[in-house]
């Protein structure tokens, strides 16, 4: 069973900076997607960003350009850097490992996830 761990969650004012950490531990990812999510409350979770085994990366239209998902496999941790934050960036950030589409892309979530990070944007 994947255990998976986010940080680098906090307070930032907009126009501001985070990078998020996920490290996954029990098993070897090295061959699998990985990808953000984030979630506010009373609503579905949405895909952010995802990333496949050869580093073909997809992004949610609304953050294409201020962020940018990458992975260190050796750590088996996922990263995602997030600039230029938005009031509407602020929700609970997940980290998961999904499923290959048809197509070799992100597809569906699958599995365990973690806790979360909070990102808040506010000044």
């Known amino acids: 069973q994947v255990q998976l761990v986010e940080s680098g969650g906090g307070l930032v004012q907009p126009g501001g900076s985070l990078r998020l950490s996920c490290t996954a531990s029990g098993s070897s990812l090295t061959i699998n997607p990985m990808a953000w999510y984030r979630q506010a409350p009373g609503k579905q979770r949405e895909l952010v960003a995802g990333i496949t085994s050869g580093r073909t990366t997809n992004y949610a239209d609304s953050v294409k350009g201020r962020f940018t998902i990458s992975r260190e496999d050796s750590k088996n941790t996922v990263y995602q850097q997030m600039n230029n934050l938005k009031p509407e960036d602020a929700d609970d950030y997940y980290c998961?490992?999904?499923?290959?589409?048809?197509?070799?892309?992100?597809?569906?979530?699958?599995?365990?996830w973690g806790q979360g990070t909070l990102v808040t944007v506010s000044s």
């Open positions: 998961n490992v999904p499923f290959y589409n048809e197509y070799g892309e992100v597809g569906d979530s699958r599995g365990a």
